[in-house]
């Protein structure tokens, strides 16, 4: 939707909620209502065959007027789709199944996919599975462990996982985040894990400190509202949850804007951690420009520290810089002794990596069951 890009935050919220009670409305009698995403409701209702097609006509003239707006009017454009389901083999599977082909096969531009399209047909099944599986919030989490000089885990790192359809594995983030990128699900996964390691928290209290990745298209979509909504649910201390900030957007973490959400997040308790400095072309600025908790080395300039003589003095330019601006350093990517060893000798304080530890898959996350944003 692009009514916040055009009008702002305040007419965007109130044109959602304007919208939404359109809706109610419209569809008083539904089964299921809900938020799926800014542009995207889904609602089931109870009809005859014979009936659909005026409804439908009705539906569209009354939703599509326009809203008015301190004395304006907020202009409405919609695309309506439907598809029939037999109430004698209805199921929340074959429901879910039906809806998501339906909205894939409307050639419109639902998920801005028109560009994709011919790759998305060829991937139907497999998107389908993919997207049915991240939007019931059927994704999981691993834990790895960051540890210190003497071998302590100070905290663990939650990394998304997905299970593999009809099999055992344990799919790892790489292999389905570019997908979710190009359905344009990633902030879905992204809520999913936020909320799924916040309830394991609760689960656990021993466990004292799990970061989440964050990416900046989600600090700055719904991250705050879902974050004040599940911390108000699960009462879990901020102390024990830490962010990782990776600056790979169009939103630079040198924006104001940007350090603002930072600052106000650190000043509510939560630890930022700055992920993979030195990918992306990172700059020095980014080090200059907040004062991170901890900043993590990316792993590219770490694998190869001991023959590799350029890596070696920038990880020792860091441990300099890391005591004048008092941050934590995490080297990546740490696969063995003779790594961490070095590693400990130039002063990098915290490790992770095969060395300290593999990702360990937690099986109780992909049974959590994450808040639909159903309609308010």
């Known amino acids: 939707m692009n009514i916040q890009k055009t009008y702002g935050q305040e007419i965007s919220k109130y044109y959602i909620k304007a919208?939404?009670?359109?809706?109610?409305?419209?569809?008083?009698?539904d089964l299921l209502r809900a938020y799926i995403r800014p542009n995207i409701f889904l609602n089931i209702i109870k009809i005859r065959k014979e009936e659909l097609k005026a409804f439908l006509e009705n539906t569209k003239s009354f939703l599509s007027t326009p809203i008015p707006f301190k004395g304006g009017l907020l202009p409405t454009h919609i695309f309506l789709t439907c598809c029939t389901i037999d109430r004698n083999s209805a199921n929340a599977k074959g429901i879910l199944d039906t809806v998501l082909k339906v909205l894939f096969e409307g050639k419109k531009s639902i998920f801005d996919l028109n560009r994709e399209w011919k790759t998305i047909k060829k991937n139907l099944p497999t998107y389908l599975n993919f997207t049915k599986k991240i939007i019931m919030g059927e994704i999981g989490f691993a834990l790895q462990p960051v540890k210190d000089g003497n071998n302590k885990i100070v905290f663990y790192e939650a990394l998304a996982r997905m299970p593999k359809e009809e099999s055992t594995e344990i799919l790892a983030a790489q292999k389905f985040l570019s997908v979710a990128q190009r359905l344009s699900l990633k902030g879905d996964i992204e809520r999913t894990i936020l909320y799924k390691v916040i309830f394991f928290l609760k689960q656990y209290p021993k466990i004292k400190h799990i970061s989440i990745n964050i990416s900046p298209d989600y600090l700055f979509g719904d991250f705050e509202r879902d974050l004040k909504y599940f911390l108000q649910e699960l009462k879990v201390k901020p102390e024990r949850i830490w962010f990782e900030i990776t600056e790979q957007s169009e939103k630079s973490i040198a924006d104001f804007n940007f350090k603002e959400k930072l600052i106000k997040l650190r000043n509510k308790?939560?630890?930022?951690?700055?992920?993979?400095?030195g990918q992306f072309h990172s700059n020095i600025n980014i080090l200059k420009e907040f004062n991170w908790d901890i900043v993590k080395i990316d792993g590219n300039f770490i694998k190869n520290i001991l023959e590799n003589k350029f890596d070696l003095m920038f990880i020792k330019f860091l441990v300099e810089l890391a005591k004048n601006k008092k941050f934590k350093l995490v080297a990546e990517f740490v696969e063995n002794e003779e790594i961490a060893s070095k590693l400990r000798e130039i002063g990098v304080h915290l490790l992770q990596g095969y060395y300290c530890g593999r990702p360990s898959f937690i099986p109780l996350s992909q049974k959590i069951i994450p808040p639909l944003i159903f309609l308010r």
Do not use: A, E, T, V
Request: no cysteine; charged share 35%.
């Open 19 to 29: 919208f939404s009670r359109k809706i109610k409305i419209m569809f008083k009698n």
């Open 269 to 277: 308790g939560f630890k930022i951690i700055l992920d993979d400095f």
